[in-house]
């Protein structure tokens, strides 16, 4: 199992989604500007601030020519893994529906935070229980999930809901307390915490790898 | 091109400003959002539509409004 790490400018955790994609598999980064996936089995687009953050978060980044590729990739059903800023980024791509807005909180909030997984049968998620909760680290400014009501309706019945935060976690004001979300045919994930800090029992926790190993 | 957040959608930017202003003493101030301003100088003014839906605004979160003018 191969992992590609997208490098955007402005990325900062792709050497942390490198190195946890490492303990379960082999990894490498993909330049931004590449239109080459280099066989990768999956990919991950990593947290930072693609471009700066400019204009609005990642979208400058979805425009990116490694991202074409991506597009592509996910469309023939390969795994992709957005966090954070990735996830951003998808959503701004139209890999996944819905968009992330500023916390109703205007800050920036890093920490700990309790997430339940409520889909545990797509590949991201297949090494978890239903119900299950994950410890993971989260940092962020805009991860305020946001969809139109029909929208998230739909997101539920079709079970694309895949974590959200446990009851009192929900630090950012994200709709229905939704976490991370997949596509319809549940190969892209995209969540706001990082699993890629949760993959060491020094750092606190090592759930991270539920996620990312699933995969591999 | 002016960007603004979509109706509906929670403002947390404009209630922070709408709660300043009184605090200064401007009374009498309701509905404050904050948005976006993009300036610039386009040959063909029928391109600002596409360029607004494609990258200048996210049309599920933002509506957009095109003020067409003389370069200053």
């Known amino acids: ?216 | 091109m002016l960007i603004r957040p979509k109706a509906g959608i929670l403002d947390p930017q404009g209630q922070a400003v709408e709660r300043a202003l009184p605090a200064l003493g401007f009374g009498g101030v309701s509905h404050v959002h904050v948005g976006r301003l993009v300036e610039l100088d386009v040959e063909d003014p029928a391109k600002l539509p596409e360029m607004c839906e494609r990258l200048l605004a996210n049309p599920l979160i933002e509506d957009y409004e095109i003020v067409e003018g003389a370069a200053t």
């Open chain 1, 1 to 216: 199992m191969k992992f590609g790490i997208v490098r955007f400018p402005g990325s900062c955790d792709e050497v942390d989604a490198l190195l946890a994609a490492e303990r379960v598999g082999e990894a490498e980064i993909l330049w931004h500007q590449d239109t080459d996936l280099r066989g990768v089995d999956a990919v991950i687009v990593p947290g930072g601030f693609s471009y700066g953050d400019y204009l609005r978060v990642g979208a400058i980044a979805r425009f990116a020519p490694i991202m074409g590729e991506v597009e592509r990739f996910a469309r023939r059903g390969g795994l992709v893994l957005g966090i954070c800023n990735g996830f951003q980024v998808l959503c701004e791509a139209g890999l996944l529906p819905g968009a992330l807005l500023p916390n109703t909180s205007l800050r920036f909030v890093c920490r700990q935070v309790e997430l339940e997984v409520v889909n545990a049968s797509i590949p991201w998620t297949r090494a978890c229980e239903r119900g299950e909760r994950l410890s993971i680290p989260a940092k962020h400014t805009t991860g305020r999930y946001y969809a139109p009501d029909p929208v998230l309706d739909e997101l539920e019945a079709n079970d694309q809901v895949v974590l959200r935060y446990a009851p009192g976690e929900n630090f950012n004001g994200s709709a229905r307390d939704i976490a991370g979300v997949c596509n319809n045919a549940g190969n892209v994930l995209g969540l706001m915490p990082h699993p890629e800090h949760a993959v060491d029992a020094l750092t606190g926790s090592v759930d991270g790898l539920r996620l990312i190993g699933a995969a591999a």
